[in-house]
């Protein structure tokens, strides 16, 4: 790091031949050398003058970007400004500049960039392959979805008809026993679908959730097999009617 002082005539002396400070006002300023050999005052140094905002041409493939950034920003705060342009979080972006990757902390003027500089973008490769996986798996949950939906419709026939059957028995009506057997038989064609679909996420709980509907439907069939077997079949019988035969007329014979 280099050193200079500053007399009050503006010019700049050797920190070795300064003057005594009762004959000149010295400031001490602190310079460090950049990237190219420029000479320029070290960053952290109280200044009074703002740093300029520099107009940045962005090339993101076929696409192309012209964002604002302060001259002192890092390139990692650029990836912060592009998110909002291009989706892509900062860290899925790699940021090259003069053929070569930057890294977050890096200030852009330090490395030269310019008003109207052209700064490439480009998509992380991991992040890409990430971003797929994503996709299908958000596809594949989705799938998932639908197959159980659709099982969950067949289940509430299927519950509504272990109602009714359940209700016959309770007020005493026999039911016929292939009418359950039939049910549960259709009950764990459902449970198969249940069985043979892939989930994951949040269809994992709904797959689970209809299981139970399932399992309980046929517990309850199981126990009204019982139930049915136990009721005894109403006999009708019939009321049979009498009637008392009409009254007989005396039948007269006429003689000649």
């Given at each position: 790091?280099?050193?200079?002082?500053?007399?009050?005539y503006?010019?700049?002396?050797?920190?070795?031949?300064t003057a005594?400070?009762?004959?000149?006002r010295?400031?001490?300023?602190?310079?460090?050398?950049?990237?190219?050999g420029?000479?320029?005052?070290?960053?952290?140094?109280?200044?009074?003058?703002?740093?300029?905002?520099?107009?940045?041409?962005?090339a993101?493939g076929?696409?192309?970007?012209?964002?604002?950034?302060a001259?002192?920003s890092?390139?990692?705060?650029?990836?912060?400004?592009?998110?909002?342009?291009t989706g892509?979080?900062?860290g899925?972006?790699?940021?090259?500049?003069?053929?070569?990757?930057?890294?977050?902390?890096?200030?852009?003027?330090?490395?030269?960039?310019?008003?109207?500089?052209?700064?490439?973008?480009?998509?992380?490769?991991?992040?890409?392959?990430?971003?797929?996986?994503?996709?299908?798996?958000?596809?594949?949950?989705?799938?998932?979805?639908?197959?159980?939906?659709?099982?969950s419709?067949?289940?509430?026939?299927?519950a509504?008809?272990?109602?009714?059957?359940?209700?016959?028995?309770s007020?005493?009506?026999?039911?016929?026993e292939v009418?359950?057997?039939?049910?549960?038989?259709?009950?764990?064609r459902?449970?198969?679908?249940?069985?043979?679909?892939?989930?994951?996420?949040?269809?994992?709980?709904s797959?689970?959730?209809?299981?139970?509907?399932?399992?309980?439907?046929?517990?309850?069939l199981?126990?009204?097999?019982?139930?049915?077997?136990?009721?005894?079949?109403?006999?009708?019988?019939?009321?049979?009617?009498?009637f008392?035969p009409?009254?007989?007329?005396?039948?007269?014979?006429?003689?000649?």
């Open positions: 790091m280099l050193k200079r002082r500053s007399n009050s503006g010019r700049a002396r050797d920190s070795s031949n005594p400070s009762s004959m000149s010295d400031e001490e300023v602190a310079w460090e050398m950049r990237p190219g420029m000479l320029v005052q070290k960053r952290g140094e109280k200044s009074d003058v703002p740093a300029p905002n520099l107009r940045l041409r962005i993101f076929a696409l192309r970007y012209e964002i604002s950034a001259s002192q890092t390139f990692g705060e650029l990836k912060k400004v592009l998110t909002a342009e892509l979080q900062p899925e972006q790699r940021l090259l500049f003069r053929g070569k990757e930057r890294e977050n902390g890096e200030y852009l003027d330090m490395w030269g960039v310019k008003d109207r500089s052209k700064v490439i973008l480009i998509q992380d490769p991991a992040s890409i392959e990430r971003r797929a996986d994503e996709m299908r798996r958000n596809a594949k949950i989705q799938s998932a979805h639908r197959a159980i939906s659709d099982v419709v067949e289940v509430d026939k299927l509504e008809q272990v109602s009714a059957i359940e209700k016959s028995i007020n005493g009506v026999k039911v016929a009418q359950i057997t039939t049910l549960i038989e259709m009950l764990m459902q449970a198969i679908k249940l069985d043979n679909i892939s989930a994951e996420g949040d269809a994992v709980a797959k689970t959730s209809q299981g139970t509907r399932v399992q309980k439907c046929v517990e309850s199981d126990a009204l097999k019982i139930s049915n077997a136990n009721v005894k079949p109403v006999v009708v019988t019939t009321k049979w009617e009498t008392d009409p009254p007989t007329t005396p039948h007269w014979e006429f003689f000649d």
